[in-house]
């Protein structure tokens, strides 16, 4: 299926890390999202397609009441989350973790369920 909804740059905060200071105070990641759909029968309905302002307020709900050691963690429950309430075929999830090196510098994982 080649048709996507992207969303790009979904800013929320959340404890995530190892270390005793990250644990400590809510640190902000960046999500990026890829959902596959097939638009071929949308009709012009909301209700024939994902409604990517619903997955855009879930996802920052469920990232910002989380609590993970890895990042890699929270991509895996997050996706499992956002497939079973939308009812997803198929799903890229980027988790981005900008404060982690120096300035600019990130580190993220990508997964595909």
């Known amino acids: ?9 979904i800013r929320s905060n959340c404890i995530i890390g ?3 200071d990250e644990r ?3 640190q902000e990641i960046i999500i990026n999202l890829l959902i596959f759909h097939d638009f071929s029968k949308l009709d012009d309905e909301i209700e024939n397609t994902i ?3 619903s997955v855009y307020k879930f996802t920052k709900k469920f990232v910002e009441n989380s609590e993970f050691y890895l990042i890699e963690t929270l991509g895996n429950n997050l996706a499992n ?6 009812k ?3 799903i890229e999830i980027e988790i981005i973790k900008p404060s ?3 300035d600019g510098e990130t580190v993220s994982v990508k997964l595909t369920r």
């Open 1 to 9: 299926m080649s048709d996507q909804i992207i969303l790009k740059g």
């Open 18 to 20: 190892i270390n005793s």
């Open 24 to 26: 400590e105070r809510k």
């Open 51 to 53: 409604n990517y302002s």
């Open 81 to 86: 989350k956002l497939i079973k309430e939308f």
């Open 88 to 90: 997803l075929n198929q």
């Open 100 to 102: 982690i090196f120096d």
